[in-house]
């Protein structure tokens, strides 16, 4: 007995002529926001050198796509279901590559963070569309398997041409630079998915519930917004009132999706063991991973003086293991099962995690690359099988609401990440006892420490580096210890709630 709804492929379906090409554009667009999502970890040391943000304000640059697309993830995949999910992502994508021109030429860190907010608005329409038109082009549950096997594997090369062709743009080119690189891949996901992607909708989508759109927004930004600044200052009657807020509006928006006749989201797919299970493995996974990758390229190039290209080829392992696990995942999960599949990922990404408490400033790459390689290989049999459970959970006619779950919850994971474990590394960095002398500014961030030290004698300069790396290392081995419990804890998790849970075989 299973948990997934197996709807009749029909031969019509299954034979539906160009899917893969239509597949590549979609591919293009995984790559277009994977690449964004792991530039700007290159490009933080130039960041903060150029525009001087503060340590929080260098976090709200981090963050705070994440904030705005995880708010409005919900309300874009519905939107996508009624008006068109080709037509939402041809739109969203064009918005997207002309706001990384806004965020390349970003003069200020508000602006900056203005850019990145706004970008995460566009990038909101991305993702669960492109999810929901492969529910909607591969009705074949094998094929389907192997579609969302190369969606993720598109998501973790971008990790890994983001920061390769991010570190060559940094040795050549302003910081900028990083961001323009979107524009090319999105004026060929326009011009070519034109052309190949079937439309599809929902064809009874009921009335748009603008209300509940606001309740979503405003309770997961308030919420994260208040954890953020908890773990950041600690709890103050602000921060209070915007958790209880943010509470409040997602519980109103709870309420109002249960009453709705068609709601934005249908909330009863969370009784779903299945369902839940694969959505709660998603947020911790991420939110476990998140902060660790946002701070590992500062790791590279501040602590261990890597060029910005050969710390983005040093990431590379991880990228080769998720593509390489996510190709064959499906047929994985089919052979042994989801559960064991999900749960083993997790649980090997976690020990990686337990091992990089172990590195300092003098370790070799062999360690370093190999431990990514596990991540890597982890996180993809995970993500892959979990967002096919997802996909399989619901008719066609839902997928973009469904598949804005999946995505809610990889990026409130990486908000929470970022806010929770970010804050760990940036609140430890900053007890560090500098020579006398040492200007204030240094303990706002790494980045900061390194162009003070840049300005000062060589032996304060050095003195300078050393207390503030050594500072930095064990924030880092502070956040990788959280971020293995927490992935242990998920594995522990999927392990229970994914208990008979079965991906869908062709002709079932």
């Known amino acids: 007995m299973t948990s997934t709804l197996r709807p009749a492929p029909t031969t019509e379906a299954v034979k539906r002529p160009g899917r893969w090409l239509a597949l590549s554009v979609l591919v293009l667009a995984v790559l277009l926001v994977a690449v964004d999502a792991t530039v700007l970890g290159l490009a933080t040391p130039y960041i903060s050198e150029d525009l001087d943000p503060s340590g929080t304000q260098l976090l709200w640059i981090g963050d705070v796509y994440s904030f705005v697309i995880a708010g409005l993830l919900v309300s874009m995949g519905n939107l996508g279901d009624r008006i068109g999910r080709k037509r939402i992502l041809l739109v969203g994508a064009t918005a997207f590559g002309a706001l990384s021109v806004l965020n390349a030429y970003a003069t200020t860190p508000e602006l900056m963070i203005l850019a990145r907010a706004l970008l995460g608005v566009a990038g909101a329409t991305l993702m669960p569309a492109t999810l929901a038109l492969i529910r909607n082009i591969f009705h074949d549950p094998r094929e389907r398997s192997l579609a969302v096997g190369i969606w993720g594997a598109a998501a973790s090369a971008g990790m890994a041409v983001g ?89 109103g928006f709870v309420r109002r999706q249960l009453t709705m006749p068609v709601p934005l989201l249908d ?213 990788s210890a959280v971020g293995a419990v927490v992935l242990l804890t998920a594995a522990a998790a999927a392990w229970f709630l994914l208990r008979n849970q079965e991906l869908e075989s062709a002709g079932s």
């Not at 009335?207 to 954890?227: E, K, M, Q, R, T």
């Open 163 to 251: 920061p390769i062709a991010g570190g060559f743009l940094l040795e050549h080119f302003w910081w900028g630079s990083v961001f323009l690189i979107n524009l090319p891949v999105m004026a060929v996901l326009v011009l070519v998915g034109v052309r190949t992607l079937p439309e599809s909708r929902n064809p009874h989508p009921g009335p748009w519930d603008l209300a509940g759109v606001l309740l979503s927004l405003v309770g997961v930004i308030a919420l994260v917004y208040a954890v953020k600044e908890a773990a950041a200052h600690g709890f103050s009657w602000p921060v209070l009132g915007s958790g209880l807020l943010g509470a409040a509006a997602l519980y």
């Open 267 to 479: 909330m009863r797919l969370f009784r779903r063991r299945g369902f839940s299970g694969a959505v709660l493995a998603d947020l911790l996974t991420v939110l476990g991973l998140s902060g660790l990758v946002f701070f590992l390229s500062q790791f590279l190039q501040l602590v261990q003086d890597r060029r910005p290209f050969e710390a983005g080829l040093a990431e590379l392992p991880a990228a080769v293991g998720a593509v390489a696990a996510g190709l064959v995942a499906g047929r994985a999960a089919r052979r042994f099962s989801v559960r064991a599949v999900v749960a083993g990922g997790l649980a090997a990404v976690g020990i990686a995690l337990a091992v990089l408490t172990t590195i300092g400033r003098s370790t070799g790459y062999p360690v370093l690359g190999a431990t990514l390689l596990v991540v890597g290989a982890g996180a993809g049999l995970s993500f892959t099988v979990t967002a096919d459970v997802i996909l399989s959970s619901v008719p066609k006619d839902q997928a973009g609401a469904a598949s804005a779950v999946s995505e809610t919850a990889y990026e409130l994971g990486a908000a929470l990440g970022i806010a929770l474990l970010g804050s760990v590394v940036t609140g430890v960095y900053r007890d560090f006892t500098g020579p006398a002398g040492t200007p204030a500014g240094a303990h706002e961030s790494l980045g900061a420490a390194t162009e003070t030290a840049a300005h000062l004698p060589p032996h304060q300069a050095r003195a300078l580096l050393d207390a503030a790396r050594e500072s930095f290392v064990h924030g880092l081995h502070l956040a």
